[in-house]
């Protein structure tokens, strides 16, 4: 990300809920060469993405930071429509969808590193 999306994006963060990034912008903060993962999140439910007067997309400081969320995710090889599952489950419970897939994705991080560790030690051990 740039210098000047990053300024503006650390601002952002002062107005978390307005819609002030464009498809374009979210993928320069993700590093990403395609919007189709945004559509996807959008066209699934997972975000719901503000439109302007035209239709276009906007999306907030929050729900970028909930993207990565979601990105991190569905790098470890979770499905989209178990994260959609998950999180709906969630809301039938009265519980925040965002703050458990924020803890599952810490959760299941820690738990990924420490078996890829543990089997890393176990090689050495043996070879």
């Known amino acids: 990300m740039n210098n000047q999306m990053r300024a503006r994006y650390l601002e952002a963060a002062k107005t978390p809920d307005e819609p002030l990034f464009i498809p374009k912008d979210a993928m320069e903060i ?6 189709s993962t945004l559509q996807r999140f959008d066209k ?16 907030t400081y929050n729900q970028i930071e909930f993207m990565k969320k979601l990105q991190k ?13 998950l ?6 419970e009265g519980r925040n969808p965002e703050e458990f897939i924020e803890k599952f994705a810490a959760f299941y991080t820690k738990r990924i590193y420490s078996a890829n560790r543990n089997k890393a030690r176990k090689a050495k051990r043996q070879g």
């Open 30 to 35: 993700f590093g990403i060469a395609s919007h």
């Open 44 to 59: 699934i439910g997972l975000i719901k993405a503000k439109r302007n007067s035209i239709g276009h997309r906007r999306y």
């Open 73 to 85: 995710l569905i790098e470890l090889d979770i499905s989209l429509l178990t994260i959609k599952t």
């Open 87 to 92: 999180m709906e489950y969630e809301i039938e």
